[in-house]
């Protein structure tokens, strides 16, 4: 059965901390794996990584995908309280012309000033 | 302790036909949440609802579209007279108390419009 796991659940960290969310994944027929910011309303996408080794940058986010061990992590230096949210982890496989968006449960961070 | 649920997972219509999609909430949420992703996009907040009250249908174009959460039963989407554009990944999320707490998603349902 396919799954996307983030761990840890939840994490409470203080301004200029730097925190790293893992997601790790089984799945089928991998296409790419993609990173939401989650705050109100629709989530927002942060990163879609779909090759192994190369990291993508925004700001002070990044994130890596590690296709033979099937996980990714995403990295947040010198953390603000704006950076207060849930952070959602999908997969999505090959199955038909639309993909298909395994969500895992998120990752739920608070930034205390 | 089952996830959100989505039925059916694909729904194939043609062009005029009625496409219903329904999702039941975790046990113990109340609120409803649902997504479009269309291809090579990201989500798309469509509407949010609480039990037999729409809270927020910002997202949710005017004309064909509708959504309910009754009392008792799943939430469901429904699109009237679908056409080609609305195929599209449609995505069931639910939270149990605050609004837009911690959202859980359901696997989704995959609609062709042919």
């Known amino acids: 059965e396919d799954k996307v796991v983030q761990s840890p659940l939840s994490l409470v960290v203080h301004e200029g901390d730097t925190v790293t969310l893992n997601c790790s994944y089984e799945v089928t027929n991998f296409r790419s794996l993609l990173w939401y910011k989650q705050e109100k309303k629709a989530p927002t996408f942060l990163f879609m990584l779909?090759?192994?080794?190369i990291e993508k940058k925004s700001g002070r986010l990044s994130s890596i995908l590690d296709k033979k061990e099937l996980f990714s992590i995403l990295n947040i230096t010198a953390t603000q309280t704006g950076d207060s949210a849930v952070y959602l982890c999908a997969v999505e496989d090959q199955g038909g012309s639309q993909g298909n968006l395994i969500f895992g449960k998120g990752t739920k961070l608070s930034v205390k000033p | 302790n089952a996830g959100v649920m989505q039925n059916p997972r694909h729904l194939v219509r043609r062009r005029g036909q009625e496409a219903r999609l329904r999702c039941s909430p975790m046990k113990g949420h109340s609120h409803v949440y649902w997504y479009r992703q269309l291809p090579e996009e990201g989500l798309k907040f469509m509407v949010y609802l609480q039990k037999e009250n729409i809270i927020d249908e910002s997202g949710m174009p005017k004309e064909r579209f509708s959504a309910e959460f009754p009392k008792e039963g799943p939430s469901i989407l429904r699109i009237q007279q679908v056409v080609r554009g609305d195929s599209a990944a449609y995505f069931c999320?639910?939270?149990?108390?605050?609004?837009?707490?911690?959202?859980?998603f359901g696997p989704g349902t995959r609609l062709t419009v042919l």
């Open positions: 779909t090759s192994s080794g």
């Open positions: 999320a639910s939270s149990p108390g605050l609004a837009y707490d911690t959202q859980y």
